[in-house]
Nanobody
Framework: QVQLVESGGGLVQPGGSLRLSCAAS????????MGWYRQVPGKERDQVAN???????SYASSVRGRFTISRDNAKNTIDLQMYSLKPEDTAVYYC???????WGQGTQVTVSS
C-alpha cells in the first residue's frame, strides 16, 4: 500500500519561508519521480516542482528561484523549501510519487498578513 504523508504546512506572512516534507512508503522510492503540486478551490491542480531519481529538478516558472525541491533516498522523503512566499502561493500542496500516479492527502499553505 502506497502512502505519502505531507507535513509542514501552515500560516506564514508574505516574504516568509516554509518547508514542506513528504514521507513515502510502499514504493521503490529511489526509482520514483517525486513532485509537489498545489491546488486552490475551483482551479486545477498545478505542478510546482518535481525531481527525478537522478536528482534533476524542474520548477514551475512562478516558483523558480524561490522554491527548492530535494530528496533523500535513504529516508524516502522529499522536501520543498519555500522562500519569499507570496499571497498567490496560498494553496493546498500535494506530494506525488511515480510522476503523479500516487498522491498524499495535502497540506494547507496560507500566505497572509
Amino acid at each position: 500500500q502506497v502512502q505519502l504523508v505531507e507535513s509542514g504546512g501552515g500560516l506564514v506572512q508574505p516574504g516568509g519561508s516554509l518547508r514542506l516534507s513528504c514521507a513515502a512508503s510502499g514504493i521503490i522510492f529511489s526509482r520514483s519521480t517525486m513532485g509537489w503540486y498545489r491546488q486552490v478551490p475551483g482551479k486545477e491542480r498545478d505542478q510546482v516542482a518535481n525531481i527525478n531519481p537522478a536528482g534533476w529538478a524542474s520548477y514551475a516558472s512562478s516558483v523558480r528561484g524561490r522554491f527548492t525541491i530535494s530528496r533523500d533516498n535513504a529516508k524516502n522523503t522529499i522536501d520543498l523549501q519555500m522562500y519569499s512566499l507570496k499571497p498567490e502561493d496560498t494553496a493546498v500542496y500535494y506530494c506525488s510519487a511515480d510522476a503523479g500516479r500516487y498522491w498524499g492527502q495535502g497540506t494547507q499553505v496560507t500566505v497572509s498578513s
